[in-house]
């Protein structure tokens, strides 16, 4: 039972165009959301978060939207550079519950 | 650097033998949690630490697997008895609170040959 999913394994965009990846969930306990970005054979590395009593976080050129009723977030990056070119994972925590639940990612690539 | 560190980076092991992964969270970090990730997967919890208390072992770790935090600072993961199964890229993270953002190590990567 996958309680995050990203339904897009993977995304290719034109450089200086907008990136947006998106991100399901079914657990409703769920109130913190992350977004990592990952270049092979590293570690994740965070991007930016959101708590659920928020709907937008912006931060430089990533902004998260989230919409509780339909347990739908999206990360958009604006513009897209060739250097954003890696996998994206979304991940969620919550209530009582402090570890990660990652979804299996989508590997972004951004084309000069 | 003052991030999570993972030592080592790589690990190439036979079957059968063991293996020790070591975490040195970030300093002022009382959480401590070790992950796994296998090609097309997302990470998965494999165990979490407060200080030097471990609260919580995934039913992924089997008795095979068993990790310590002396004094609460610097993690260690043990396999023993590796399987082929076991090859994956093994990751760290720690936060300062519950409910903070988890920040992850470059993990070690495990080829059980």
């Known amino acids: 039972d996958q309680q995050v999913k990203q339904n897009s394994p993977s995304l290719s965009v034109q450089e200086g165009r907008i990136s947006i990846l998106n991100c399901d969930y079914t657990?409703?306990?769920?109130?913190?959301f992350l977004w990592y970005k990952k270049y092979p054979a590293e570690g994740p590395t965070f991007l930016i978060s959101?708590?659920?009593?928020?709907d937008k976080n912006e931060d430089g050129r990533f902004t998260v939207f989230l919409n509780k009723s339909a347990k739908h977030l999206s990360l958009h990056i604006v513009p897209s550079q060739p250097g954003d070119s890696a996998v994206y994972f979304c991940a969620a925590s919550g209530g009582s519950n402090y570890k990660l639940t990652f979804g299996k990612g989508t590997l972004l690539t951004v084309n000069p | 650097d003052t991030g999570v560190s993972q030592n080592p980076r790589h690990k190439i092991t036979k079957r059968g033998q063991n293996v020790t992964f070591r975490c040195d969270p970030i300093s002022e970090h009382n959480r401590l949690y070790w992950y796994r990730q296998t090609l097309g997967q997302g990470p998965e919890f494999l165990t979490y630490?407060?200080?030097?208390?471990?609260?919580?072992k995934s039913r992924l770790l089997s008795d095979r697997f068993s990790a310590e935090r002396p004094k609460g600072s610097f993690s260690t993961l043990e396999i023993q008895r590796t399987e082929q199964g076991d090859s994956a890229m093994y990751l760290c993270?720690?936060?300062?609170?519950?409910?903070?953002?988890?920040?992850f190590g470059q993990g070690t990567r495990l080829t059980v040959v």
């Open positions: 657990n409703s306990m769920f109130d913190y």
């Open positions: 630490f407060q200080n030097e208390a471990q609260l919580e």
């Open positions: 959101i708590s659920s009593i928020k």
């Open positions: 993270a720690s936060s300062i609170r519950q409910g903070e953002t988890a920040f």
